[in-house]
């Protein structure tokens, strides 16, 4: 099979799986968020790497959950929400958020502070965003939604998290340059 024929192989309109989709999706690496809510809907919060910038003209961030999630009915009654950022030292964290632990018991592990919208904010992340949800739209089986920036602070004495291959990996602030 030539170049061309395999390109082909790869571009041809045919019904993508799911798994296949997921397979293809694994080799993304991506920064790992804890995005967590209060409120009427309570507090709740989930392993998110589905978050991303859209625009600084308002500062706007999306991020796109599972509603079958034990999170998304707080996330769904709530205005606002928290982006925290983890570092290399989050990783239970991240385990804790991602996983079955009831929603009562994620926060126990960690640090958590209140500030400007009521959204628990993890003290030591490497960033956080406090955020006003300002549109939702359904997709599948996820919501997207854009988050407007309310307030927001870094840290930089850290590794960040990265999640990929299906594995956690840390990466160093600064990589010492090669040759
Ligand atoms: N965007 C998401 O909803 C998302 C992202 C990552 C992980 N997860 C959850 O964590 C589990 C373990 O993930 P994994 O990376 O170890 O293995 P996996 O094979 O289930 O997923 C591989 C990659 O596919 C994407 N993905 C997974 N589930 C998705 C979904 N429902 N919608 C859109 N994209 C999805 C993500 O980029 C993920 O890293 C998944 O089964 C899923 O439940 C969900
Ligand atoms: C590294 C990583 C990254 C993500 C997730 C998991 C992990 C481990 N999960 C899944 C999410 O955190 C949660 O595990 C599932 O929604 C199931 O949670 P409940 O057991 O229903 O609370 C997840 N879910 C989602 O809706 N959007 C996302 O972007 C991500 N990203």
């Not at 991020?63 to 983890?86: G, K, M």
């Not at 994620?106 to 003290?123: C, K, N, S, Y």
Request: aromatic share 6%; with cysteine.
């Amino acid at each position: 099979m030539n170049a061309l024929q395999q390109q082909e192989q790869h571009t041809a309109p045919r019904e993508i799986s799911s798994r296949a989709f997921r397979e293809a999706m694994s080799h993304l690496a991506a920064a790992v968020n804890v995005v967590t809510t209060d409120g009427p809907g309570g507090r709740a919060g989930f392993t998110a790497s589905a978050v991303c910038s859209v625009t600084d003209e308002p500062p706007t961030l999306l991020v796109c959950i599972n509603r079958s999630a034990s999170a998304y009915p707080a996330f769904a009654d709530n205005e606002t929400l928290c982006v925290n950022v983890l570092s290399a030292a989050h990783q239970e964290v991240s385990n804790t958020f991602g996983g079955k632990t009831p929603m009562a018991m994620r926060f126990d592990h960690a640090e958590w502070i209140t500030q400007d919208t009521g959204a628990p904010v993890l003290a030591d992340a490497l960033a956080h965003f406090e955020c006003r949800v300002s549109q939702r739209m359904p997709v599948g089986t996820h919501e997207i939604m854009l988050c407007e920036i309310v307030s927001m602070s870094t840290h930089d004495a850290h590794e960040c998290l990265l999640y990929f291959n299906r594995q956690y990996h840390q990466l160093p602030r600064s990589v010492a340059s090669v040759g």
